[in-house]
């Protein structure tokens, strides 16, 4: 009898670390998994810098590098420059990729950088204590906003994924969302695009997670995605932005 569940040789028999209910463990076993279908997980080559996910080479089974805070696709566009037949990857949170490394994301979106960016976007910090991040939410309670976020204050959070669409070497960028069993498949066939994008060498992939931070939103689990659906959902669409004709039909 097949097994109704395998463990993906892509994740190391580890525990983690993370918050109960926090979704980087899904994010990480989708792209482990989609790198152990396409067999590359002796290829892969991947980048984590300061965030929630900074020991994520602990638990993802490939080759990975710690870069500093923000600057994950600079090391990713070295190291894809260098190994320019090995599939490579950043995981980035909001705070880093949002905040500290804006620069270096929509420079390496622009000069059309043949890796892949995993996104995830909980709308906070979590790793510092759930300090406003630029994606935090108006009207959103952090420990640097008691009384919520302000158009005034902080300005309108950033929408990553409609930002990086105007970059013209971006040929990829999809918005999806961890709240469900579906919206989890939609997200692994969204994974297999930005490696296929890569395979083809169209230029620079970029895949957004919408994802929920329970401990630091100071929420259950499921009050997180009903919280998600109803806050994030409406700002933050779970959408494709662009796609190449060659990767249309990947799911």
């Not at 040789?9 to 790198?35: D, F, N, Q, S």
């Amino acid at each position: 009898m097949k097994p109704v569940f395998e463990y993906t040789k892509g994740m190391r028999e580890t525990e983690l670390h993370y918050c109960p209910g926090c979704t980087h463990g899904i994010a990480h076993r989708l792209i482990m998994e989609v790198l152990e279908e396409r067999g590359d997980i002796g290829n892969a080559i991947g980048v984590s810098p300061v965030g929630c996910s900074i020991v994520a080479h602990q638990y993802m089974n490939v080759d990975m590098l710690e870069s500093p805070h923000g600057r994950a696709p600079a090391v990713a566009s070295g190291i894809k420059r260098v190994h320019p037949n090995s599939p490579v990857f950043t995981y980035q949170g909001d705070g880093d990729l949002a905040s500290i490394g804006t620069n270096e994301i929509i420079h390496a979106a622009e000069r059309g950088e043949k890796f892949c960016t995993f996104f995830i976007n909980n709308a906070i910090y979590g790793m510092t204590g759930g300090q406003m991040a630029p994606t935090t939410l108006i009207g959103q309670k952090t420990t640097t906003c008691v009384d919520g976020r302000t158009v005034e204050q902080a300005g309108m959070p950033m929408r990553m994924c409609e930002i990086i669409s105007n970059m013209d070497r971006a040929v990829y960028v999809e918005r999806v969302s961890l709240d469900s069993p579906a919206n989890v498949r939609k997200a692994k066939s969204a994974v297999r695009r930005a490696f296929k994008v890569q395979d083809l060498k169209l230029g620079f992939a970029f895949v957004e997670f919408l994802s929920i931070c329970p401990t630091n939103w100071g929420l259950s689990a499921p009050k997180s995605l009903e919280w998600l659906r109803e806050n994030m959902m409406p700002y933050y669409p779970v959408q494709q932005f662009k796609c190449p004709e060659e990767v249309k039909e990947v799911r």
